[in-house]
């Protein structure tokens, strides 16, 4: 069973930044492409980023590229998303998932508790 913990959400004043983690305790995640996702309130969730298990491609959504960064730290067997200019638009619960490259969606759909991220001044 995919097991996928996400922790760093938090409140954060708009322009800020804030480092998601997302660590796995039942399978080691660099076998894996990984990707970002959130669910906005009242919206469906949708896609941030999905990076291959090899990390040499990322696919960032238009609304974040430049924005967000995502790094994998094998050692620790925990991926991140590093956010920065953040915007009230942002908000939301953002989850970790295994993706699949070839359209970036989710893998399997097998969500987690996701990190809550609310940008407001």
């Known amino acids: 069973q995919v097991q996928l913990v996400e922790s760093g959400g938090g409140l954060v004043q708009p322009g800020g930044s804030l480092r998601l983690s997302c660590a796995a305790s039942?399978?080691?995640?660099?076998?894996?492409?990984i990707g970002w996702f959130r669910q906005a309130p009242g919206k469906e969730r949708e896609g941030l980023s999905c990076?291959?298990?090899?990390?040499?491609?990322?696919y960032y959504a238009d609304f974040v590229k430049g924005r967000f960064t995502f790094s994998r730290d094998k050692a620790k067997n925990t991926v991140y998303l590093q956010m920065n200019s953040l915007n009230p638009e942002d908000k939301g619960v953002y989850y970790c998932?295994?993706?699949?490259?070839?359209?970036?969606?989710?893998?399997?759909?097998?969500w987690g508790q996701g990190t809550q991220v609310t940008v407001s001044a």
């Open positions: 998932e295994l993706c699949d490259v070839t359209h970036n969606g989710p893998e399997f759909g097998s």
């Open positions: 039942t399978f080691t995640l660099d076998h894996y492409a």
């Open positions: 990076t291959s298990s090899d990390d040499d491609n990322t």
